[in-house]
């Protein structure tokens, strides 16, 4: 076996037979939906795709969405934009989450910079949902009403959500550490008529306090009935330079309740989740609660293998999908785990401790934070009794081989390694973990079940064992129901349609391996094209990890109107290093050993920062516009970054390079 195949975990027979994957199969052959067991995960993906309505079905039915379901109403079309699931019938998503926790089961798990390690159990988390459903009802909200939150990831949040949904509000959030355009840009497109905020928050061990950003935020949403208040300041009510605003403290969480549910048409909108927005006003991506719902049961039982009992976390803010899909765990008797601060406060130990302290089974991370860990040096499972930990989940940007080896050398040499890649655009993951495949290293295990993915050449062929655009051939329950404000649906169109009609173009390099692993290469946008031969920025930053003194790195390639290329790789240092001539070699001799000569730039430039979304993913794409001379208004939306400073570096360099 060469390395690229090694595999770092197999299932056991015993893992395999108590898979909740396995238990569906044989629900499968009692119901006679299938006629023989399926011979290996493949087949059983094959069948979904190709028996799509069946396959929905069966997951509505043993889920118990409905008792029946006439496969003629599942989808309307296999049309993309446009297919309808599950006409005419009724979901509630909240009432399904809670419903699946008992009053004694531990249902949310907390911890924060400031906050010690907490417990709610059941009983309490329904009171509490039923007591925020009282106050929203008294403030006027009523279904398909907009619900904001302003808010760190904290079980207020939670409750808040929960309660919203569950009434057929609308929800949306953003995180604390937006700025007051940004968050305008996205909440002002749906007009709330309640927010949830913080009036500050910790992070990496210092307090910020929001309030005068609140009530800026608050003075410009004119369509705002109503403001609560969470104080961060040790529960101190300080006085509000805000009309309509009652502290969460205010609220009446007293006296035992039962939630609401109000019964929703499957494509009722349930939450608006936001694109980057890099080069403009973000896109309203806007799911419906039937389609998220059943995606999620589908993916957190069957993909993740999440149980009953466990506790399920994924690190995040409330500004980023994963923050909803963490609570999806709940749909599976799940306790959901919060953290709200650092990943590296107050050194890269800290979440490894809380997997210990809070006896985390699914614990889910960035690849980022794994290489980190990696390239620190740290040993967790040496040091912490990870006993409790099934899984890691991994996602945000492709995991190089490294540091896979290292989580199994280091971390724990019985994890399952679930490294997943999908999007805001679905809230789920295209392609991630099957209970029945090994993990190998540098890949993803599987598509997803119900999740038609290939890969397609230029020219619009499905290839196998080739590069090329992650395509998605027929619809999925959880793509947006439409954007919002997007009256005529263009934007959504030209978003995933334009490229391959009728087809979703996600924009991701992948190759799906014959085995049926796959391998991500980055954003196909933001592709290196040297002398023909396209390079996904992945592998440079794969070989870059290689390297101890170099904390992370940013390429792009620029086509010259002459014809040549010119491809810069601008490289942050880790602190008490910096670039000189023999690092320089180092980084070029690296390339060239593990990929070819056309991985090696034409300039290493150290970088002071490389920028990033707020959601942590970093901009290639408007960095090339920027080298190519476009203005910093048409390349970048400084409101989308977590640090927008650090784009002034690339317009000075793009100033000092008369080449380009």
């Given at each position: 076996?060469s ?30 939906y ?8 493949e ?10 309505n ?83 009802k ?11 939150a302003?808010t ?11 309660a ?12 604390p ?12 497109q ?15 061990g ?11 935020i ?22 509000l ?19 609401e549910?109000?019964?929703l ?21 806007t ?11 589908k ?13 399920f ?6 500004g ?24 590296a406060?107050?050194?890269l ?6 997997v ?33 930990l ?5 996602t945000?940007?492709?995991?190089p ?31 991630g973990?099957?209970?029945w495949?090994?993990?190998?290293i ?20 499905p ?41 979703w173009?996600?924009?991701d ?22 002398q ?50 023999d690092?320089?070699?180092?980084i070029?001799?690296?390339?060239r ?26 901009m ?21 970054m ?19």
């Amino acid at each position: 076996m060469s390395e690229d195949r090694k595999a770092v975990w197999i299932p056991d027979e015993e893992f395999v037979q108590s898979s909740n994957l396995n238990a569906f199969v044989h629900w499968l052959l009692e119901k006679e939906y299938i006629h023989r067991p399926f011979d290996s995960y493949e087949d059983f993906w094959q069948w979904s795709v190709d028996e799509l309505n069946l396959f929905w079905k069966s997951i509505a039915e043993y889920y118990g969405l409905w008792t029946q379901v006439d496969e003629k109403q599942v989808l309307s079309s296999m049309e993309m934009p446009g297919a309808k699931w599950f006409q005419g019938l009724e979901v509630n998503y909240g009432e399904q989450m809670l419903n699946a926790i008992g009053d004694e089961d531990i249902a949310l798990i907390s911890k924060s910079e400031t906050r010690p390690l907490s417990h709610m159990k059941g009983r309490e988390l329904k009171e509490k949902v039923a007591a925020m459903q009282r106050y929203l009802k008294e403030c006027g909200v009523q279904k398909g009403d907009r619900v904001v939150a302003f808010t760190s990831n904290i079980p207020e949040a939670s409750i808040a959500f929960i309660a919203c949904i569950s009434l057929g509000a609308i929800w949306s959030s953003c995180s604390p550490d937006f700025g007051v355009d940004s968050v305008l840009e996205r909440f002002e497109q749906i007009e709330p008529k309640v927010m949830i905020a913080v009036d500050g928050y910790s992070y990496n061990g210092k307090n910020y306090d929001k309030l005068n950003v609140l009530e800026k935020i608050c003075d410009r949403l004119p369509s705002l009935k109503r403001i609560v208040v969470i104080p961060f300041y040790n529960g101190e009510k300080r006085p509000l330079g805000i009309e309509h605003a009652d502290y969460w403290t205010e609220i009446d969480f007293d006296g035992s309740s039962e939630p609401e549910f109000i019964p929703l048409p499957f494509d009722h909108p349930i939450w608006v989740l936001y694109s980057s927005g890099t080069t403009g006003a973000p896109k309203a991506i806007t799911h419906s609660q039937g389609g998220v719902l059943i995606e999620h049961l589908k993916y957190i039982h069957l993909q993740n293998n999440v149980k009953a009992g466990e506790h399920f976390f994924w690190f995040s803010t409330t500004g980023w999908m994963m923050w909803n899909f963490v609570h999806a765990s709940m749909l599976a008797g799940a306790a959901v785990v919060l953290y709200d601060g650092s990943a590296a406060y107050p050194n890269l130990n800290a979440m490894w401790e809380f997997v210990e302290e809070a006896d985390i089974a699914h614990f889910g991370t960035s690849a980022p934070f794994l290489v980190a860990c990696m390239k620190k040096g740290l040993q967790p499972g040496k040091n912490l009794d990870l006993s409790a930990l099934k899984s890691i989940g991994s996602t945000g940007s492709p995991l190089p081989p490294e540091a896979f080896k290292w989580v199994y050398e280091s971390v724990k040499d019985k994890v399952w390694l679930c490294s997943m890649s999908g999007g805001t655009d679905v809230c789920t993951a295209f392609v991630g973990s099957s209970p029945w495949k090994p993990v190998h290293i540098g890949e993803i295990q599987c598509r997803a079940l119900g999740c038609d993915l290939h890969s397609y050449s230029d020219s619009g062929e499905p290839v196998i064992n080739e590069v090329g655009e992650m395509v998605i051939i027929s619809p999925m329950p959880s793509m947006p129901v439409f954007f919002w404000n997007d009256k005529d649906g263009s934007r959504y169109q030209s978003s995933y349609f334009d490229h391959f009609p009728g087809r979703w173009r996600h924009g991701d390099w992948v190759k799906i391996t014959k085995e049926g692993s796959l391998i991500i290469y980055g954003r196909s946008d933001a592709t290196l094209n040297r002398q023909g031969v396209r390079i996904g920025t992945a592998e440079i930053y794969r070989a870059l990890i290689q390297i101890p003194s170099v904390k992370d790195g940013l390429i792009v390639n620029l086509e010259l109107p002459n014809g040549d290329h010119y491809m810069p790789l601008f490289v942050l240092m880790n602190e008490g290093h910096s670039l000189n001539e023999d690092l320089k070699k180092e980084i070029k001799a690296t390339l060239r050993k593990t990929y070819t000569p056309r991985h090696v730039p034409d300039e290493i430039i150290q970088a002071p920062d490389l920028p990033y979304t707020i959601s942590g993913k970093k901009m290639e794409a408007p960095v090339k516009r920027i080298l190519r001379g476009d203005s910093v208004e048409k390349s970048v939306n400084k409101g989308a970054m977590k640090n927008p400073e650090s784009i002034d570096f690339f317009v000075r360099f793009s100033r000092g390079q008369k080449s380009l």
